[in-house]
T-cell receptor, first 113, second 116 residues
Framework: KAGVTQTPRYLIKTRGQQVTLSCSPI?????VSWYQQTPGQGLQFLFE?????QRNKGNFPGRFSGRQFSNSRSEMNVSTLELGDSALYLC???WGQGNTEAFFGQGTRLTVV | KQEVTQIPAALSVPEGENLVLNCSFT??????LQWFRQDPGKGLTSLLL?????REQTSGRLNASLDKSSGRSTLYIAASQPGDSATYLC???????????????FGQGTILTVHP
């Protein structure tokens, strides 16, 4: 079966711009979570969506937002980009209830210049 | 606040050795614990999931144990190979009353190098 698909794989943006990242979960999975990975901070939780509702949120500024569609695909948006937003953004999908084993995509490498 | 610590931060071993990676967590109210590997610049690959009611899980040369009361998990890799070289991450998901909260809290990882 198809895994978790993230697009695009690489992005280069300028400070002040905004960006949208996409994540298609494994078929049947209803939970999508987003993580930011940097060398200094490691993996940090951004937010989780389950059945189109944000169920959990990490400690990131409001510039980071997301949504989930009825087909469980999710998008993450970052507005007014800062140099410190440069990171690998990973999404994970799971059933969301009962079996919560998480499966990750390959990530989107965002570079802000 | 849940904190996850992994020891050692880095490990270099010759091929064929058996090795143990350690993970500890501060809040024992976990729903499950999951071990991942990450190759440079790549996403995370799930290795083993241990439910909070379980004590261990095995997959091939990998065996993971969980002791909730002491807040510890270990990942045992038998007969290591150069292809095992990667960063190994453990993560816990908090739960209460059988409901998970959908948020994985990760350790900083152990960088494993297996040399021929």
């Amino acid at each position: 079966k198809a895994g978790v698909t993230q697009t695009p794989r690489y992005l280069i943006k300028t400070r002040g711009q905004q960006v949208t990242l996409s994540c298609s979960p494994i078929s049947g999975h209803r939970s999508v979570s987003w993580y930011q990975q940097t060398p200094g901070q490691g993996l940090q939780f951004l937010f989780e969506y389950f059945s189109e509702t944000q169920r959990n949120k990490g400690n990131f500024p409001g510039r980071f937002s997301g949504r989930q569609f009825s087909n469980s695909r999710s998008e993450m948006n970052v507005s007014t980009l800062e140099l410190g937003d440069s990171a690998l953004y990973l999404c994970a999908s799971s059933w969301g209830q009962g079996n919560t084993e998480a499966f990750f995509g390959q990530g989107t490498r965002l570079t802000v210049v | 606040k849940q904190e996850v610590t992994q020891i050692p931060a880095a490990l270099s071993v010759p091929e064929g050795e058996n090795l143990v990676l350690n993970c500890s967590f501060t809040d024992s109210a976990i729903y499950n614990l999951q071990w991942f590997r990450q190759d440079p610049g790549k996403g995370l690959t799930s290795l083993l999931l241990i439910q909070s009611s379980q004590r261990e899980q095995t997959s091939g040369r990998l065996n993971a144990s969980l002791d909730k009361s002491s807040g510890r998990s270990t990942l045992y890799i038998a007969a290591s190979q150069p292809g095992d070289s990667a960063t190994y991450l453990c993560a816990v998901i908090r739960g209460f009353g059988g409901t998970s909260y959908g948020k994985l809290t990760f350790g900083q990882g152990t960088i494993l190098t297996v040399h021929p």
